[in-house]
């Protein structure tokens, strides 16, 4: 094969032809004198092809290749580094969506066993051991019972006469002793030694009055059970001895208007029927309640169907916190933040129960209302207070709590400022009178004006909080949870 003749370099003189046995080894190193060439071989008859190999060629060359090879592994390196992050980005990701999944899963599993709590209450479990702060904490639930208890309620106080009627009236002066009023009617009158009955004379202290074939009427009032007949302070005293269901229903009657929501007065049948049970516990007199609102008003107003069908849907239910009865104290209206029991009754045990935001009794709880205090008025509150005053010339708040009631207050008298509650001024003063201690007070002529917001103490579920959530398509159980947090329902008969 002949050897093609080499093509001149413009940039290197020409030398010897390489050697043809030298093809294929050109990069070899060669030693230093004439500038070698690089022979390129070409396909079959083409020419060959000869570089010189220049140093500075060499160096771009290898210069190049080197940048190009930087930039390569710049570019798998990004490109792993990007792909990596990615991965990571994307192993994060599924990670926390399956904790999500998992939150939501647990979330999902809280509120199935909350409802199930609520809506299938649960056989009474053991009473829990008082291992919580006894502060915190309340009765222990009472044990199931096949039986629904009798509730005592103190009715009225008279010593004037006063007339019953029922078509089956009977009176029961002792075990197998009925006399039956043949009239329908017992006019009654207390006497030093006993009860005086129309047309029977004298009977005993603690003797009872039934009706066998409906309740016991008292003017437009209605009772169903049995009036026990006692003496308090000179006065009769009639309490009413009733099933707790059939209370329950005339408490729900008399505390919330008929056209309420079903939802309120369940929610409404709950706290009095966990009330009640609080407060039979906690008695030590010949009753368990008073029917006013110094517990709750059962006004012998008789129950409207709604009334009647949120306490049988309910049945037997009542709020409870860690196997204890909640303290289910309500109120009218919150004025947009309810209270802690502690503020308002420092001698009471808080029981767990908590201040909580209500946007729910709106312009109602936000309505204000003024009571213009006279002095005099003052003085015969602190009076009635067993204070020995004269003159009161100033009325002082000194402390708020932090939902805004007044928790403490000083009247300036002629003996010195005398420092009540908030709650404590209301009831001297009374309950309609200052409606709620959530309060401002101002001088006002020779008096004060005193304006506030909200009705009642503020504990507790706020009536008108809980009518518009169940206007609001809320469950009785979403209210009770609301105003009560932490509470479920348990059926303890
Ligand atoms: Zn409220």
């Given at each position: 094969m002949p050897d093609p003749s080499p093509r001149p370099n413009r940039n290197v003189h020409s030398g010897p032809p390489p050697d043809l046995k030298s093809r294929g080894s050109e990069r070899r190193s060669r030693p230093a004198g004439p500038v070698p060439f690089v022979v390129i071989p070409r396909a079959k008859g083409g020419k060959e092809r000869r570089f010189a190999v220049h140093p500075s060629r060499?160096?771009?060359?290898?210069?190049?290749?080197?940048?190009?090879?930087?930039?390569?592994?710049?570019?798998?390196?990004?490109?792993?580094?990007?792909?990596?992050?990615?991965?990571?980005?994307?192993?994060?990701?599924?990670?926390?969506?399956?904790?999500?999944?998992?939150?939501?899963?647990?979330?999902?599993?809280?509120?199935?066993?909350?409802?199930?709590?609520?809506?299938?209450?649960?056989?009474?479990p053991a009473a829990s051991k008082a291992e919580d702060d006894p502060s915190m904490t309340g009765l222990n639930l009472p044990v199931l019972s096949e039986k629904i208890p009798v509730i005592r309620v103190a009715l009225l106080r008279t010593s004037g006469s006063i007339t019953l009627e029922g078509e089956g009236l009977n009176i029961h002066q002792g075990p197998n002793q009925a006399i039956p009023m043949p009239r329908g009617r017992a006019l009654i009158k207390p006497r030093k030694d006993g009860v005086w009955v129309e047309g029977v004379g004298i009977i005993p202290k603690g003797s009872r009055i039934e009706n066998r074939v409906g309740p016991i009427r008292i003017g437009k009032k209605e009772y169903p059970g049995i009036l026990e007949l006692h003496e308090e302070d000179g006065r009769l005293l009639l309490v009413n001895e009733v099933e707790l269901e059939r209370y329950v229903q005339g408490v729900v009657a008399s505390e919330l208007p008929a056209s309420w929501g079903l939802e309120a007065k369940k929610a409404q049948a709950v706290a009095a029927r966990t009330y009640a049970i609080m407060q039979q516990n906690n008695s030590t007199k010949s009753y368990d309640l008073e029917s006013t609102v110094d517990d709750q008003v059962y006004s012998g107003r008789p129950a409207d169907s709604s009334s009647r069908a949120a306490v049988t849907t309910t049945h037997g239910e009542v709020l409870s916190r860690g196997g204890h009865l909640v303290s289910a104290w309500y109120h009218s209206a919150c004025a947009g933040q309810t209270e802690v029991p502690d503020n308002v009754w420092p001698e009471r045990t808080s029981n767990g129960n908590a201040s909580v935001k209500c946007g729910f009794c709106g312009q109602v709880g936000r309505k204000l209302w003024t009571a213009n205090i006279s002095p005099d008025e003052l003085l015969e509150a602190l009076k009635s207070n067993g204070e020995k005053v004269t003159q009161v010339t100033g009325l002082h708040i000194r402390e708020r709590s932090l939902s805004g009631r007044v928790s403490l207050l000083d009247l300036v008298t002629d003996q010195g400022a005398i420092r009540l509650r908030g709650n404590r001024f209301r009831e001297l003063l009374g309950w309609n009178r200052v409606r709620s201690t959530r309060f401002e007070s101002k001088v006002e002529g020779n008096g004060f004006e005193i304006s506030g917001r909200g009705a009642g103490h503020g504990v507790g579920m706020c009536q008108w909080g809980a009518r518009t959530m169940a206007a609001s398509d809320h469950d009785y159980q979403d209210i009770l949870g609301h105003y009560y947090p932490g509470a479920g329902l348990t059926r303890i008969y």
């Amino acid at each position: 094969m002949p050897d093609p003749s080499p093509r001149p370099n413009r940039n290197v003189h020409s030398g010897p032809p390489p050697d043809l046995k030298s093809r294929g080894s050109e990069r070899r190193s060669r030693p230093a004198g004439p500038v070698p060439f690089v022979v390129i071989p070409r396909a079959k008859g083409g020419k060959e092809r000869r570089f010189a190999v220049h140093p500075s060629r060499v160096f771009l060359v290898l210069f190049t290749c080197f940048v190009l090879g930087l930039l390569i592994a710049t570019g798998l390196f990004a490109g792993y580094w990007v792909l990596s992050d990615q991965t990571q980005v994307r192993d994060d990701y599924l990670e926390l969506r399956e904790e999500v999944e998992d939150l939501r899963g647990e979330l999902t599993s809280l509120k199935q066993r909350s409802r199930a709590q609520l809506s299938s209450p649960t056989e009474v479990p053991a009473a829990s051991k008082a291992e919580d702060d006894p502060s915190m904490t309340g009765l222990n639930l009472p044990v199931l019972s096949e039986k629904i208890p009798v509730i005592r309620v103190a009715l009225l106080r008279t010593s004037g006469s006063i007339t019953l009627e029922g078509e089956g009236l009977n009176i029961h002066q002792g075990p197998n002793q009925a006399i039956p009023m043949p009239r329908g009617r017992a006019l009654i009158k207390p006497r030093k030694d006993g009860v005086w009955v129309e047309g029977v004379g004298i009977i005993p202290k603690g003797s009872r009055i039934e009706n066998r074939v409906g309740p016991i009427r008292i003017g437009k009032k209605e009772y169903p059970g049995i009036l026990e007949l006692h003496e308090e302070d000179g006065r009769l005293l009639l309490v009413n001895e009733v099933e707790l269901e059939r209370y329950v229903q005339g408490v729900v009657a008399s505390e919330l208007p008929a056209s309420w929501g079903l939802e309120a007065k369940k929610a409404q049948a709950v706290a009095a029927r966990t009330y009640a049970i609080m407060q039979q516990n906690n008695s030590t007199k010949s009753y368990d309640l008073e029917s006013t609102v110094d517990d709750q008003v059962y006004s012998g107003r008789p129950a409207d169907s709604s009334s009647r069908a949120a306490v049988t849907t309910t049945h037997g239910e009542v709020l409870s916190r860690g196997g204890h009865l909640v303290s289910a104290w309500y109120h009218s209206a919150c004025a947009g933040q309810t209270e802690v029991p502690d503020n308002v009754w420092p001698e009471r045990t808080s029981n767990g129960n908590a201040s909580v935001k209500c946007g729910f009794c709106g312009q109602v709880g936000r309505k204000l209302w003024t009571a213009n205090i006279s002095p005099d008025e003052l003085l015969e509150a602190l009076k009635s207070n067993g204070e020995k005053v004269t003159q009161v010339t100033g009325l002082h708040i000194r402390e708020r709590s932090l939902s805004g009631r007044v928790s403490l207050l000083d009247l300036v008298t002629d003996q010195g400022a005398i420092r009540l509650r908030g709650n404590r001024f209301r009831e001297l003063l009374g309950w309609n009178r200052v409606r709620s201690t959530r309060f401002e007070s101002k001088v006002e002529g020779n008096g004060f004006e005193i304006s506030g917001r909200g009705a009642g103490h503020g504990v507790g579920m706020c009536q008108w909080g809980a009518r518009t959530m169940a206007a609001s398509d809320h469950d009785y159980q979403d209210i009770l949870g609301h105003y009560y947090p932490g509470a479920g329902l348990t059926r303890i008969y």
